[in-house]
């Protein structure tokens, strides 16, 4: 730390164990952002939708699950779920950074019949 | 060659993460620090982390209390903060409940670099400013980039809680050119009263205060490293994203004020009880 007298020109054991700690997670973080950087996915966001069924049957809620494999994160995603009978419903989700899973329910008035569309209505790239 | 008591590092420690968390709780209570965070691409958190680990080291080069610093040294304790501010930060984060189990590696390791670096600054000036050790020698050994490196860190010290707030862009787009061209202005002023201030407080530093030879000089040089200071961390904090050029520039301007207060002020907020021993 710059504020230490440096009349001791020997470092102690804790000194040494707190740099070591440091020096590993820097070179984690650091590791990761390269990977990340050169290997992650690139290009815009890339928003896939998946259907989660219910876990009783009967059931009106549908859990909506939201991930981002794009490189780009996204803003404000809106994403419609609609019935076989055209009933439809939305969630909107404020952030699906890259590489998130998000998720959400929409509550349909009655179990809603088979099959389930979901589409991606909306959302702002950041 | 005697190693140091373990009880006078803990010490240490125990100021540095008092600084980190005095400087960096605003951040880490600010959202848009959060988003900031995961929506940063890896390449701008490298940079970040780069530039980052440029400031430690020249603060702790020109700061150290001994009369030849090596590299060495000051890279030691460059990641020594560094971990700790990525620590500190991890730990706060957690707590303030910002690292969900649905988020990414990726998520985390960008909320936690963002509000890390940002504590690691607070650390490192925490050591030093909370301590009570004044070591007359060590501003005398600061020259001119000595000056420099101290002026861009209070630049940070005190403009990174502004910059990641919506204010600073609504400000910049909804004031008429003339205002901003008032704030510059004012900005200088500042400069030069508060570094005219700080001279005259420690009565012999008038040479080495002065930048250039004249007497705006100073605070010329003063502001533009505030102005770069306040253009780093906004394009740090994505701010300049589709924002385009004058809107950009307006920025920098409106957050080149708070930035120049402490660049201008940094010997008074970060060399205070150290005046003593001047002997020019």
Redesign the interface.
Known sequence: MSGRSRRYHRRNGVEWAVFGVGAVLVACVVGFLLYDAFAGPGGPADLRVRLRPPEQPGQAAVRVEVRNVGGRSAEEVVVEVCSAAKECGEVTFPFVPRGAMRDGVIGFADPPAAPLEARVMSYREV | ??????R???Q??A??LAGGLLFSLPLLYTMEMW?AG??A???R??VI?ALTFVLLLG??HF????EE?DLA?DV??S??????G??LALLMLAVLGQLTA??????V??K??MEGMTAAIG???G?????D?T?PERLRRMGREGEIVLAGLGAVLVAANVAPTEEVLMIAVETSPWALIGLAALSVAMAWLLLHYSEFKGAGRVARTRLTGFALGGAIVTYAVALAMAAALLWAD?RF?GAGWVAGVRQVVVLGFPAVLGAAAARLLLGAGLDEGEDE
């Open positions: 060659m005697t190693a140091r008591p373990i006078e590092s803990l240490e420690y100021r540095g988003w995961h929506n691409p890896p390449e958190l490298l982390i603060y702790n700061a150290g209390l001994r610093s040294s030691f304790e990641i020594e903060e560094m971990g700790l990525l620590l649905d988020a990414s590696v990726g998520e390791v960008g936690v670099v650390l490192s000036v050591t030093e400013q909370l301590g050790i070591q994505g994203d």
